[in-house]
């Protein structure tokens, strides 16, 4: 990748309402192109600059040597095949796609070796301080249950967000109350059980975009922290900063706080 030239980045899941604002954002930064596009909508080009680029339908479609970065924002599924096509093609890819198995995260780890594959649940920054700022909170509390609330066109829950907040908070502090319910009478009542056995309540609802509430408590007090993206543009500055920041790199980078903090 030239320091002079721009950085081509493919989109896929191009006609999504993540993809639309990754192509926007790569189109309104001089020093990056959208060089490819794929969606399984096809048929429709996104203009940059003036010029169209078609929207291919299959990512063995793309030519691997046009392309420095791929962003992908699509579903689980779809993205396995991507980042492994990325993988073999020695391509860059920054992945917002949630809902990935472990084993998914295994083989990405064992494919990525000629180059970086960069997984965030969540590019807005103040998500990333927010689970940080949930990581050092976690040794001073008793107890922790986890609130997501999201749009309700969202196909998984819980939110991949709040299982790796979940994650960090477990790996934090293991020194949780146990859960006092002898009786659920409601099926999920007290929610999903993420790492740490930390409970994850998912809200779906009409108007939301994404937002989370990771709530501690301890003897007489309690501690709310909350983060809020009103808006998908909110995702942007971390996605065209993981995009700029990925070259040069290998292997399988999980969050952006790496890239901000390291
Ligand atoms: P969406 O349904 O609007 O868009 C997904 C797009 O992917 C669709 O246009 C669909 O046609 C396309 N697609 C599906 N399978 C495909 C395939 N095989 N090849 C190419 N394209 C394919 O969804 P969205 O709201 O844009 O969210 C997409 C993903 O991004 C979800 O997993 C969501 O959880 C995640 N997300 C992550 C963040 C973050 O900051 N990491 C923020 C918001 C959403």
Known sequence: MSETNPIRVAVFGAAGRMGTEVCQAVNADASLVLAGAVDLSGGTSIRTDGSLVDVVTHVDDLDPKTIDVAVDFTVADAAHDNLLWCAQNGVHAVVGTTG????????????????????????????????????????????????????????????????????????????????????TVLHGARGGVGPGEIPIHAVRLRGLVAHQEVLFGTTGQSLTIRQDSYDRTSFMPGVVAAIKAIGGRTGVIDGLDSLLFD
């Open 100 to 183: 990935f198995t472990d084993a998914q995260r295994q083989l990405f780890a064992e494919t990525f070796v000629t180059s970086a594959c960069l997984i965030a649940a969540n590019f807005a920054i103040s998500a990333v301080l927010m689970m940080r700022f949930a990581e050092q909170a976690a040794p001073f509390f008793d107890s922790v249950e986890i609130i997501e609330l999201h749009h309700d066109n969202k196909k998984d829950a819980p939110s991949g967000t709040s299982i790796a907040t979940a994650q960090r908070i477990a790996d934090a502090s293991s020194t949780w109350s146990p859960d006092p319910t002898e009786s």
